[in-house]
């Protein structure tokens, strides 16, 4: 496990609850945590895999040739149809969430990606192989909804932002193996040059069938449903080594009580409608749309999943180069993502989207210029700049766009309304996402490097919204976080009720934590 930087802000509500001692490579609960939660964190592997796996055939000519060249609409469609079998599965996701538990959903989401990649793999025609795509993104869909949540739920708070910021940012694990495996199949001279990739997408898949109904239930779901017993006992097992006595676990435990309680009762936080009832939740779901439109239409789409048709158009044709550059930018990106994502806490996520803002405009600005110089004197330089400028405008969107959206959007929602207001931001990236793979390649086509132009002015447009409307969530817990849009009432109500547990607990003379030889925190 990666070590993760702890909050160390003056501010954070529980800051003076959390045992010093208690660190993410010395304590063994934690560490099995930490373990479950990196099953939960490779689901977003899956998408990673498929975006790249997608790109390398296209650079394959035994993938071209099984399927008669595919280009045009069909292409289109063969990248698109995941995120349209995506669109079937979000009426039903959050109802799973939140009603059979987020373990439970993984693993139904987890057992189609299965039968479906299975299905991809042994594909004989075009119509097998876009109705596998389909059910990949119909199973992902459920595994997507309820993994992220889990992550951000069952988390150690010290280690939550980080944490639910390396979800999004582990794309990129599973897009360095599809373009590397796609690079290194290039050579079988069969049509296993392309079922090997797709065979190995289901190897996260495989992991969380089997796994996953091992690791803790949200304790947020548990005490929305009644199970407040099993909750703590969850909470004092992996935050304070079964001691339901912590202060650090009563203050959490009662403070997502009063959360989901004042959801349920002021706040009124039920059913689709209250996603724009209140003038908080109006704000959240402002941003989060917002944020689910950007990270697709920031022009990373057009290297996401047309890079070969980019490289053509710059003189860059060999199947071979093609495919090791892809596989290099994958590496580069995973690094800038997970780099970034430990730095959450220590720079805030205001400025983090921000920064990557306004450089995705600078570095898209010069690759629309690089592009036309090449398209207008043909000078091989232009055309390799354009590969420079790709990677550094990669490093400007990994250090928000790649850690944040999911994690920033999970900890705004309120409890009640996290998996609605979650899957909403889902649906408007397969949105985005169907847009992008159908009008890209033709707008390509008909426009070549003009096509930059636009994505430059709306890039500048996406700094101009994330000025006025981003608001800073560093350094407070789930709860805290969810209940800054709600005004000062909502969150002094919240944190009022969580310290007044730590202060019975206090008064009840149980200031000294009794430990039992085999729980103590291990000094190796």
């Known amino acids: ?8 802000s003056q501010d954070a509500s529980f800051a003076h609850l959390v045992d010093g001692r208690r660190k993410w490579y010395n304590n063994r609960r934690l560490i099995a945590l930490n373990a479950w939660i990196m099953l939960l964190l490779i689901t977003s592997s899956t998408n990673g895999y498929d975006g790249s796996m997608m790109n390398g055939l296209q650079s394959l000519p035994q993938w071209e040739s099984a399927f008669n060249n595919p280009s045009g609409g069909k292409l289109g469609l063969l990248n698109a149809i995941q995120n349209i079998g995506a669109l079937a599965g979000y009426p039903f996701a959050p109802y799973m969430s939140d009603g059979i538990g987020r373990r439970k959903t993984v693993f139904f989401g987890a057992t189609i990606m ?21 059910l990949i993104g119909f199973g992902v869909t459920f595994a997507a909804n309820a993994a992220p949540m889990l992550v951000t739920e069952i988390s150690y708070p010290t280690y939550r932002a980080p944490l639910t910021s390396l ?25 296993w040059a392309w079922r090997l990739p797709s065979l190995l997408q289901g190897i996260p898949s495989v992991l969380q069938f089997v796994l996953i109904l091992f690791a803790p239930e949200s304790p947020r779901w548990l005490i929305r449903n009644g199970r407040e017993a ?19 676990v009563l203050y959490e ?3 997502i009580r009063a959360a989901i309680e004042y959801d349920r009762t002021v706040a009124s936080n039920v059913g689709w409608k209250s996603l724009i009832a209140t003038p908080g939740n109006r704000k959240r779901m402002r941003i989060i749309v917002a944020l689910a439109f950007f ?41 800038w993502a997970v780099s970034a994502a430990f730095m959450v806490n220590k720079l805030g996520r205001r400025f983090l989207f921000l920064l990557s ?29 354009v590969i420079a400028f790709i ?63 636009v994505y430059v002015c709306w890039l500048a447009f996406e700094f101009v919204f994330l000025w006025f409307f981003l608001v800073e969530t560093k350094n407070r817990t789930l709860e805290e976080t969810a209940a800054l849009f709600d005004g000062d009432d909502a969150l002094e109500q919240i944190a009022n009720r969580a310290e007044g547990a730590h202060e019975v607990y206090e008064d009840g003379s149980l200031e000294k934590r009794s430990f039992s030889a085999d729980n103590e925190v291990s000094r190796g």
Not at 117 to 134: E, H, K, L, Y
């Open 167 to 191: 979800y999004n940012s582990l794309w990129y694990s599973g897009s360095i193996i599809a373009a590397w495996t796609t690079y290194g199949t290039f050579k079988i001279n069969s049509t």
């Open 295 to 335: 990270s697709q239409w920031s022009g990373n789409g057009l290297v996401s999943y047309y890079l070969t048709k980019v490289f053509n158009e710059i003189g860059i044709t060999g199947s071979g180069t093609q495919l090791l550059i892809n596989g290099i930018l994958q590496i580069w990106n995973f690094g």
């Open 1 to 8: 496990m990666v070590g993760v930087t702890a909050v160390s």
């Open 114 to 134: 299965c039968i479906a990649t299975a299905i991809q793999t042994a594909s004989q025609s075009v119509g097998m192989f876009i109705g596998a795509r389909f």
């Open 391 to 453: 990677f550094l405008f990669y490093a400007a969107y990994d250090v928000a766009f790649t850690p944040l959206i999911v994690s920033y959007t999970v900890e705004i929602l309120p409890y009640n309304i996290r998996a609605k207001g979650f899957n909403v931001f889902n649906f408007v990236i397969s949105l985005a996402l169907i847009f992008n793979q159908y009008v890209n390649p033709i707008a390509l086509d008909a426009l070549s490097w003009k096509y930059y132009i």
């Open 230 to 248: 099993e909750a703590l006992k969850t909470l004092a097992y992996y935050h304070a080594d079964g001691n339901e006595q912590d202060p650090l």
């Open 253 to 255: 435990f009662e403070e």
């Open 357 to 385: 803002a306004s450089l995705m405009t600078l570095f898209y600005m010069a690759q629309a210029i690089c592009f036309a110089e090449y398209a207008e004197h043909g000078r091989p330089a232009a055309g390799h700049a």
